[in-house]
């Protein structure tokens, strides 16, 4: 047994990787050791198996047949909503609308809420922390307006400068939309203490749950937050499918975004009546085997209990970034005092990409680049970073893969004996 394998044991960290079939194949005939989980996880087995079953037995569209099929499969879509409901603990099931993920639920509120609610002059607040999906569509949205985009400076720590943020509210400010936790640096940012500020100062709050939802509890009541959005991808269920969250008033109040079936009650060549919130925002056929397979993520990820995953990646995390920081020439960028299993790096005379490609070879596999974060490389003056990121399928004998990886990385480029 290798020393990270007893202190496994020690430690008594979760065991799960045998639930996850991708992990058992070797990349370039070695052991995979897979660190990319911030762009997407794995998926277990009964997660695959779920949208298989949904093909196999109960396949038809929702909503629209009076046939078995057609209503058994619009229950086990409601049930779907139903998970994601209990998931962030939301009041009504009614308060959850299903998209494509976090991309597409952020576009939804900006198109919806932004446009029907903001004026030349508003402003909305976001911070230096945000991935482009929490950017790009509020640029977007204040070019069609008039609206004027505020951001909130970061510490060298990797954390969101809180008094900038405070000052920067004002009876002007509409909404503040930040990330709960930073795909780029890891950094878990206060969000009931900026959902309150924000609050006090008259805005809405988005948060960008992303890359929270797999880690730890979350719970919207207690956030008092107006909207959150996740990506089923990223809570090892499929891609394709995710969910909005919003308080019911601001849903029954914003209208459709986009036009088509299921979401009318009539239509007529004078004019059309649309169906009540959710269904108002979910036009179309949707991913209906893809809300079975995030039904089935979110169970597994509660069979093993997400104070146990919490646990489970910390330990990964404070493991890494001390195994990291006894190789020479190792900058970790992100050292918040709270941070989730993220380590985002640089190696001294490495490029990321040329890093990510001898790591590949090896059989570990982190991201390298700007992770959708530009501004933050912006900040720190540097293209991209290395990043590893945990799932509870991880163990300490991939950080030291990953450690072992970086070494012979370093000697290849005559850096390190």
Partial sequence: MSEAEALQVQEGLLDRAADFPLLANP?????????????????????????????????????????????????????????????????????????????????????????????????????????????????????????????????????????????????????????????????????????????EAGALVLIDGAQAVAHQRVDVQALDCDFYVFSGHKLYGPTGIGALYGRKALLDAMPPWQGGGDMILTVAFEGSTYAPAPQRFEAGTPNIAGTVGLAAAIEYVQSVGLDAIARHEQILLDYAQEQLQRLPGIRILGTAAHKAAIVSFMVDGIHPHDLGTILDSEGVAIRAGHHCAMPIMTHFGIPGTARASFALYNSLADVDALVDAIGKAQSLFGIRS
């Fill in 27 to 199: 990349v370039h005939g070695k052991t995979l050791h897979y660190l990319d989980n911030g762009a997407t996880t794995q998926k277990p087995a009964s997660v695959i198996e779920a949208e298989r079953v949904f093909y196999e037995r109960s396949n038809a569209n929702i909503h629209r047949g009076v046939h078995w099929l057609s209503q058994h499969a619009t229950d086990l879509y409601e049930i779907a909503r139903e998970s994601v409901r209990g998931l962030l603990n939301a009041r009504l099931a009614n308060e959850i609308v299903f998209t494509r993920g976090t991309t597409e639920a952020i576009n939804l509120v900006a198109a919806s809420w932004g446009r029907a609610n903001l004026k030349a002059g508003d402003e909305i607040l976001l911070t230096w922390l945000e991935h482009h999906s929490n950017i790009v569509p509020w640029q977007l949205l204040c070019e069609q307006t008039g609206a004027v985009l505020r951001v909130a400076p970061m510490t060298e720590s990797g954390e969101v400068d809180l008094e900038a943020f405070r000052a920067l509210l004002n009876e002007r400010t509409r909404l503040a939309a930040f990330t709960h936790v930073s795909n780029a640096l890891g950094t878990v940012n206060p969000v009931e203490e900026m959902t309150r500020m924000a609050h």
